[in-house]
């Protein structure tokens, strides 16, 4: 088979019985290819090329394909294609090797590439053993005392052994291990290199699972050294594995695809912005994390806050805001409708109201107004901790459409948030002349169609209701504005039928979970943001006390005192019934137990998701009409039901509920002007998360604050509660430890679109294609309309 070569000026060498085969003489341009199984592919092509200087046979290529200049859209091309070589094709990898690193997710070249580190060894030189510190990872050489099996006095067995250098000793241990095996290996007498994580027990320094370079006969320990440059001598870096796959030989793999591959990085951020920030280009980026320099300081590798870690984090989050921006200008540019501010129900509304509105509804309901009146569609997020008069605010945008001839729609995740919604608003709008309707999943037959009949003949001014609002069956006659609120717990795609509901109506979009800045902007960065950052005057802080199982007599004892005053309780438990798998305590049984043995003199209702609608409307109309002093719950009461007269709440089992939701559960009460109080009771077993969580309920009624802290324990991926939240899957870009670069990519992403709004500009076309690449299908799921 004839063998493809480079020339001394990476040009791409092709044998004469090759071009005969391809039927191209001297001159004509041959395309390069990857096709099955990685194999490149060479196909002649109609336009010519300039001859190579001169050719020159060599041995086959090792690395990728360099092609001669003949075009940087060529260049690119074939750049991509190294990128996605399969590793099985990787110089000293093979099938077997390749399905352990696929294991690990490492398909390709380009993930092999940004597969970093997660740690780093200072290997740079021995440490003395008498110098190992507890809590540190160090390279040392010794000799082995002994080795043998071992047990602790509680009798668990593991293996043990003692190594010594001229300074001191200490202790080797592995647990489960074969004893026959490690016996044959570790023998007394035998020297080597050692790294591992010093940790010390007791008065004794050890080391758990070591890794070992054995010293052959004759050799000493710098020959070794020196013999091995990828293992030692240097800033190691320390990758994430998979069962069967050990750190040399990932190390070997990754350095033999950054020194072959790396040139087929693009750079495609462009300088002019990276220079200002300091920030390196990605390749030398990508370099230095696999392959440290030596002035690398072994602290900031580890924290991920290099110059290259900050590079390639910028690159991930400058392509995600240009995409959002790119969504964002679209909607901008879409004719949407231009309303007009009359007052004629706002005015009536607010001499309705008993208060005033506060400084941060008045600031918020000003944004929204502005953008109502602009000729293209409003994309506004308000986001505005429980109790802050969101609902109010969307009442108010939702009257302007009205006073313009327009129908609203408002979704709500819940039933019971629905429901709740309907009173509240249903309540101002009739004294205001304005027909409004509720739209459940449980609605049927004649009453369902009824409403279905208003809603698309425009009788129906305001449609209220769950996910049901959204089905195919529902036709509005004028949609203006749509109101979605808890974003979170909908899917873009909703937001998204919502929208088509109407010829682009405007979209306000609603969240009493506090979402910090950098998960707002990665999050919602298509959206405009609103923050109600003021409560309503007369509410009271909370008071949260965390309380164990030892003082539930205490509980139950403020209960009945707040009772005693004329005030009401709610008790709220995570199940609804018991079951064999779960110790906790269910809400259908305590309640039972509370009212039958604890207090039986008291009225106690029970509430939970599997009650149909009107027994939940029923017992909710109870609780608030003072008929009921104690109302046992599950979480279905996390938003939506308003009770002043409700001033102790207690959460059982505290520790199993998310920092969100603890403290949207809080928020039912607290509403009025008499003292409150939130207690967390726990069994005690905590883990070291379930401690952090309720010390940060106890310290802070901030719900920012406990948004940061919440993110900051469960990470992005989960703080929403679910997956498919719309959170981007970033490789090595972290939004906590990162959000500074967030907001210069945000600036950096949305100003070279405001230059050049097409990015038609020279070497803009091809940040559209990675783009594209990285984020298109994501970003056309997320597209709004």
Known sequence: M?????????????????????????????????GEKGMLVLRASRESVPLPPREKESGAAAGP???????????????RKNLQTRMQFIKGVGPKLSELLEKRGVMCVEDALYLLPHRYEDRRELTPIVRLKPGTSAVFSGKVLSADITATKGGRRFFEALVADDSGTIAFKWFNANPTFMKRVWKPGRSGIFTGEVSQFGYQREVHHPDVEWLEEGKRVQDVLAADPVNFGRIVPVYP??????????????????????????????????????????????????????????????????PAHRAI?????????????LKKRGVALEEGIA???????????????PFELTGAQRRVLSEIKTD??????????????????????????????????????????????????WHTIHRFCTELGIETVLITAGMKGKAKSEVLARVANGSAQIVIGTHAVIQEKVEFARLGLGIIDEQHRFGVLQRGVLRKKGCNPDILVMTATPIPRTLAMTLFGDLSLSVIDELP??????????????????????????????????????????????????????????????????????????????????????????????????????VGIDVPNATVMVIEHAERFGLSQLHQLRGRVGRGSARSRCILLTAGKLSEDGERRL????????????????????????????????????????ILRDGSLLEQARQAAFGLLERDPELSAAGHASLKDELLRRWGQRLELALIG
């Open 2 to 34: 004839p063998k493809l070569t480079l020339s001394a000026e990476n040009a791409l060498i092709i044998p004469p019985e090759l071009r005969n085969h391809l039927g191209v003489g001297p001159g004509d341009a041959v395309s390069v290819e990857m």
């Open 65 to 79: 394909v360099h092609p001669q200049e003949d075009g940087a859209a060529l260049k690119e091309a074939i750049a």
């Open 241 to 306: 594995l998979t069962e069967g796959l050990g750190q040399k030989v990932m190390r070997k793999v990754m350095k033999e695809v950054v020194d072959g591959f790396l040139g087929s990085l693009q750079e495609l951020v462009p300088a002019a912005i990276l220079e200002p920030l300091s920030l390196p280009g990605l390749r030398q980026s990508v370099r230095d994390l696999h392959l440290p320099p030596p002035e690398a300081g072994l602290d900031d590798l580890n924290q991920g806050r290099t």
């Open 313 to 325: 984090a910028f690159d991930e989050f400058f392509f995600w805001e240009l995409g959002l921006a």
């Open 339 to 353: 309303f007009q501010v009359t007052h004629r129900y706002t005015k009536q509304l607010a001499r309705l109201l």
């Open 372 to 421: 109502m009146m602009a000729p293209h569609p409003m994309h506004r997020l308000v986001q505005g901790d429980v109790g802050s008069g969101k609902t109010l605010v969307a009442l108010m945008a939702a009257l302007v459409a009205v006073e313009n001839g327009y129908q609203v729609a408002i979704m709500a995740p819940t039933e019971i948030l629905a429901e709740q919604h």
């Open 537 to 638: 005057p007369g509410r009271t802080p909370v008071e949260t006390r965390i309380a164990f199982e030892s003082r539930r007599s205490q509980v139950y004892a403020a209960i009945r005192d707040e009772v005693r005053q004329g005030r009401q309780a709610y008790v709220i438990y995570p199940l609804v019934e018991e079951t064999e798998k779960s110790d906790l305590k269910a809400a259908s049984q305590m309640a039972e137990l509370l009212s039958r043995d604890v207090f039986p003199d008291l009225r106690i209702g029970l509430l939970h998701g599997r009650m149909a609608p009107d027994e939940k409307e029923t017992v909710m109309g109870s609780f608030k009409a003072r008929d009921l002093d104690i109302l046992v719950s599950t979480t279905v009461i996390e």
């Open 695 to 734: 010390k940060v309920m106890e310290s802070t009624t901030d719900g920012f604050r406990i948004a940061e802290a919440d993110l900051e324990i469960r990470g992005p991926g989960d703080f929403l509660g679910i997956r498919q939240s719309g959170m981007p899957d970033f490789r090595v870009a972290n």
